[in-house]
T-cell receptor, first 116, second 110 residues
Framework: NAGVTQTPKFQVLKTGQSMTLQCAQDMNHEYMSWYRQDPGMGLRLIHYSVGAGITDQGEVPNGYNVSRSTTEDFPLRLLSAAPSQTSVYFC???????????????FGPGTRLTVL | GENVEQHPSTLSVQEGDSAVIKCTYSDSASNYFPWYKQELGKGPQLIIDIRSNVGEKKDQRIAVTLNKTAKHFSLHITETQPEDSAVYFCAVYNFNKFYFGSGTKLNVKP
Protein backbone atom coordinates (compact mmCIF):
# COMPACT_ATOMS: atom_id res chain seq x y z
CA ASN A 1 0.00 0.00 0.00
CA ALA A 2 1.15 3.54 -0.78
CA GLY A 3 -0.83 4.86 2.22
CA VAL A 4 -1.73 8.55 1.99
CA THR A 5 -0.17 10.45 -0.91
CA GLN A 6 -0.15 14.20 -1.48
CA THR A 7 0.81 16.30 -4.47
CA PRO A 8 2.57 18.61 -5.01
CA LYS A 9 5.27 18.58 -2.32
CA PHE A 10 6.02 22.29 -2.78
CA GLN A 11 4.06 25.12 -4.38
CA VAL A 12 4.51 28.87 -4.74
CA LEU A 13 1.47 30.97 -5.64
CA LYS A 14 0.81 34.63 -6.17
CA THR A 15 -1.95 36.36 -4.25
CA GLY A 16 -5.30 35.77 -5.92
CA GLN A 17 -4.34 32.58 -7.75
CA SER A 18 -6.31 29.39 -7.21
CA MET A 19 -5.03 25.85 -7.00
CA THR A 20 -5.94 22.36 -5.85
CA LEU A 21 -3.93 20.24 -3.44
CA GLN A 22 -4.37 16.56 -4.18
CA CYS A 23 -4.77 13.80 -1.61
CA ALA A 24 -5.34 10.10 -2.19
CA GLN A 25 -5.39 6.99 -0.02
CA ASP A 26 -5.48 3.31 -0.93
CA MET A 27 -6.54 1.89 2.44
CA ASN A 28 -10.30 2.13 1.82
CA HIS A 29 -10.65 4.55 4.72
CA GLU A 30 -13.97 6.32 5.11
CA TYR A 31 -12.72 9.32 7.07
CA MET A 32 -10.41 11.87 5.43
CA SER A 33 -9.31 15.29 6.61
CA TRP A 34 -7.17 18.30 5.80
CA TYR A 35 -5.00 20.21 8.28
CA ARG A 36 -2.74 23.18 8.13
CA GLN A 37 0.35 23.41 10.31
CA ASP A 38 1.77 26.77 11.30
CA PRO A 39 4.76 27.36 13.61
CA GLY A 40 3.81 27.14 17.28
CA MET A 41 0.17 26.32 16.55
CA GLY A 42 0.09 22.60 16.01
CA LEU A 43 -2.31 21.25 13.39
CA ARG A 44 -5.66 22.85 12.74
CA LEU A 45 -8.51 21.07 10.99
CA ILE A 46 -9.71 22.74 7.77
CA HIS A 47 -12.31 20.30 6.40
CA TYR A 48 -13.14 16.66 6.85
CA SER A 49 -15.23 13.94 5.25
CA VAL A 50 -16.84 10.85 6.78
CA GLY A 51 -17.47 9.22 3.42
CA ALA A 52 -17.94 9.81 -0.29
CA GLY A 53 -20.35 12.68 -0.90
CA ILE A 54 -20.17 13.95 2.70
CA THR A 55 -17.98 16.86 3.82
CA ASP A 56 -18.02 19.24 6.76
CA GLN A 57 -16.08 22.20 8.11
CA GLY A 58 -13.34 22.10 10.69
CA GLU A 59 -11.80 24.88 12.78
CA VAL A 60 -10.42 27.04 9.95
CA PRO A 61 -12.48 26.46 6.74
CA ASN A 62 -12.55 30.00 5.30
CA GLY A 63 -10.86 30.31 1.91
CA TYR A 64 -10.89 26.55 1.23
CA ASN A 65 -13.27 24.18 -0.53
CA VAL A 66 -13.35 20.39 -0.60
CA SER A 67 -15.24 17.65 -2.38
CA ARG A 68 -15.33 13.86 -1.95
CA SER A 69 -16.60 12.12 -5.07
CA THR A 70 -14.76 8.84 -4.35
CA THR A 71 -13.54 7.04 -1.23
CA GLU A 72 -9.93 7.36 -2.39
CA ASP A 73 -9.61 11.08 -3.21
CA PHE A 74 -10.10 14.22 -1.15
CA PRO A 75 -8.80 17.36 -2.95
CA LEU A 76 -8.46 20.73 -1.21
CA ARG A 77 -9.10 23.81 -3.30
CA LEU A 78 -7.79 27.29 -2.51
CA LEU A 79 -10.21 29.71 -4.13
CA SER A 80 -8.13 32.92 -4.12
CA ALA A 81 -4.80 32.47 -2.39
CA ALA A 82 -3.74 34.94 0.32
CA PRO A 83 -0.39 35.29 2.15
CA SER A 84 -2.16 34.12 5.34
CA GLN A 85 -2.57 30.72 3.67
CA THR A 86 1.18 30.19 3.58
CA SER A 87 1.53 26.98 5.57
CA VAL A 88 2.24 23.27 5.45
CA TYR A 89 -0.84 21.26 4.56
CA PHE A 90 -1.41 17.68 5.66
CA CYS A 91 -4.02 15.24 4.52
CA UNK A 92 -4.99 12.32 6.75
CA UNK A 93 -7.24 9.29 6.57
CA UNK A 94 -8.76 7.06 9.24
CA UNK A 95 -10.65 3.83 9.70
CA UNK A 96 -13.02 2.89 12.44
CA UNK A 97 -11.52 0.64 15.05
CA UNK A 98 -13.65 -2.07 16.54
CA UNK A 99 -16.84 -0.64 15.14
CA UNK A 100 -16.63 2.37 17.43
CA UNK A 101 -16.44 6.01 16.48
CA UNK A 102 -12.77 6.20 17.33
CA UNK A 103 -10.33 6.86 14.49
CA UNK A 104 -6.61 6.24 14.13
CA UNK A 105 -5.27 8.72 11.61
CA UNK A 106 -2.60 8.15 8.97
CA PHE A 107 -0.96 11.28 7.61
CA GLY A 108 0.48 12.11 4.21
CA PRO A 109 3.93 13.71 3.77
CA GLY A 110 2.56 17.24 3.43
CA THR A 111 2.51 20.09 0.90
CA ARG A 112 4.52 23.21 1.66
CA LEU A 113 2.65 26.20 0.20
CA THR A 114 3.98 29.75 -0.07
CA VAL A 115 1.72 32.60 -1.17
CA LEU A 116 3.52 35.76 -2.25
CA GLY B 1 -15.12 23.67 20.09
CA GLU B 2 -12.49 21.83 22.06
CA ASN B 3 -9.46 23.61 23.54
CA VAL B 4 -6.25 21.60 23.91
CA GLU B 5 -3.22 22.94 25.77
CA GLN B 6 0.15 21.19 25.69
CA HIS B 7 3.21 21.74 27.92
CA PRO B 8 6.11 22.18 27.78
CA SER B 9 6.80 23.63 24.33
CA THR B 10 10.43 22.44 24.49
CA LEU B 11 12.04 19.71 26.56
CA SER B 12 15.70 18.78 26.74
CA VAL B 13 16.78 15.58 28.52
CA GLN B 14 19.91 13.50 28.80
CA GLU B 15 19.94 10.14 27.06
CA GLY B 16 18.53 7.50 29.42
CA ASP B 17 16.39 9.95 31.38
CA SER B 18 12.60 10.07 31.29
CA ALA B 19 10.48 12.68 29.51
CA VAL B 20 6.92 13.71 30.36
CA ILE B 21 4.60 15.83 28.21
CA LYS B 22 1.22 16.98 29.48
CA CYS B 23 -2.03 18.02 27.79
CA THR B 24 -5.31 19.36 29.07
CA TYR B 25 -8.64 19.56 27.25
CA SER B 26 -11.93 21.31 27.90
CA ASP B 27 -14.84 19.15 26.65
CA SER B 28 -15.78 16.16 28.79
CA ALA B 29 -17.44 14.54 25.73
CA SER B 30 -14.02 13.98 24.10
CA ASN B 31 -13.34 10.25 24.02
CA TYR B 32 -10.11 9.41 22.20
CA PHE B 33 -6.64 10.76 22.94
CA PRO B 34 -3.79 9.97 20.52
CA TRP B 35 -0.17 11.06 20.63
CA TYR B 36 1.83 11.72 17.47
CA LYS B 37 5.55 11.99 16.73
CA GLN B 38 6.65 14.25 13.89
CA GLU B 39 10.14 14.13 12.47
CA LEU B 40 11.55 16.96 10.41
CA GLY B 41 9.95 17.20 6.98
CA LYS B 42 7.47 14.39 7.59
CA GLY B 43 3.84 13.97 8.54
CA PRO B 44 2.85 13.09 12.12
CA GLN B 45 2.84 9.42 13.01
CA LEU B 46 0.74 7.81 15.73
CA ILE B 47 2.86 6.40 18.57
CA ILE B 48 0.25 5.56 21.21
CA ASP B 49 -3.39 6.29 21.96
CA ILE B 50 -5.88 5.83 24.77
CA ARG B 51 -9.65 5.55 24.91
CA SER B 52 -11.81 7.33 27.46
CA ASN B 53 -12.66 4.11 29.31
CA VAL B 54 -8.98 3.36 30.07
CA GLY B 55 -6.73 5.09 32.59
CA GLU B 56 -3.31 3.97 31.43
CA LYS B 57 -1.70 2.25 28.45
CA LYS B 58 1.88 1.17 27.93
CA ASP B 59 3.86 0.12 24.85
CA GLN B 60 7.50 -0.71 25.62
CA ARG B 61 9.19 2.61 26.62
CA ILE B 62 6.10 4.73 25.96
CA ALA B 63 3.07 5.13 28.22
CA VAL B 64 0.04 7.37 28.31
CA THR B 65 -2.11 8.18 31.34
CA LEU B 66 -5.58 9.74 31.29
CA ASN B 67 -7.43 11.50 34.09
CA LYS B 68 -10.94 12.12 32.78
CA THR B 69 -12.10 13.91 35.92
CA ALA B 70 -9.32 16.47 35.67
CA LYS B 71 -9.41 16.45 31.85
CA HIS B 72 -5.72 15.88 31.37
CA PHE B 73 -3.51 13.20 29.84
CA SER B 74 0.23 12.70 29.69
CA LEU B 75 2.87 11.01 27.57
CA HIS B 76 5.73 9.29 29.37
CA ILE B 77 8.90 8.18 27.58
CA THR B 78 11.40 6.20 29.63
CA GLU B 79 15.06 5.44 28.86
CA THR B 80 15.12 8.12 26.17
CA GLN B 81 17.35 7.66 23.15
CA PRO B 82 18.67 10.19 20.59
CA GLU B 83 16.20 8.84 18.01
CA ASP B 84 13.35 9.98 20.27
CA SER B 85 14.27 13.57 19.38
CA ALA B 86 11.29 15.00 17.46
CA VAL B 87 8.17 17.10 17.91
CA TYR B 88 5.34 15.41 19.83
CA PHE B 89 1.68 16.36 19.54
CA CYS B 90 -1.26 15.38 21.67
CA ALA B 91 -4.72 15.33 20.12
CA VAL B 92 -8.31 14.99 21.24
CA TYR B 93 -11.19 13.46 19.26
CA ASN B 94 -14.61 14.99 19.68
CA PHE B 95 -17.61 14.41 17.38
CA ASN B 96 -15.74 13.61 14.16
CA LYS B 97 -13.07 16.25 14.72
CA PHE B 98 -9.49 16.10 15.96
CA TYR B 99 -8.03 18.98 17.95
CA PHE B 100 -4.27 19.17 18.38
CA GLY B 101 -1.99 20.63 21.00
CA SER B 102 0.68 23.10 19.93
CA GLY B 103 3.50 20.55 20.14
CA THR B 104 6.55 19.77 22.27
CA LYS B 105 10.03 19.73 20.78
CA LEU B 106 11.96 16.99 22.55
CA ASN B 107 15.75 17.02 22.37
CA VAL B 108 17.59 13.98 23.73
CA LYS B 109 21.26 14.74 24.30
CA PRO B 110 23.69 11.82 23.88
Amino acid sequence: NAGVTQTPKFQVLKTGQSMTLQCAQDMNHEYMSWYRQDPGMGLRLIHYSVGAGITDQGEVPNGYNVSRSTTEDFPLRLLSAAPSQTSVYFCASSYERGGSSYNEQFFGPGTRLTVL
Amino acid sequence: GENVEQHPSTLSVQEGDSAVIKCTYSDSASNYFPWYKQELGKGPQLIIDIRSNVGEKKDQRIAVTLNKTAKHFSLHITETQPEDSAVYFCAVYNFNKFYFGSGTKLNVKP
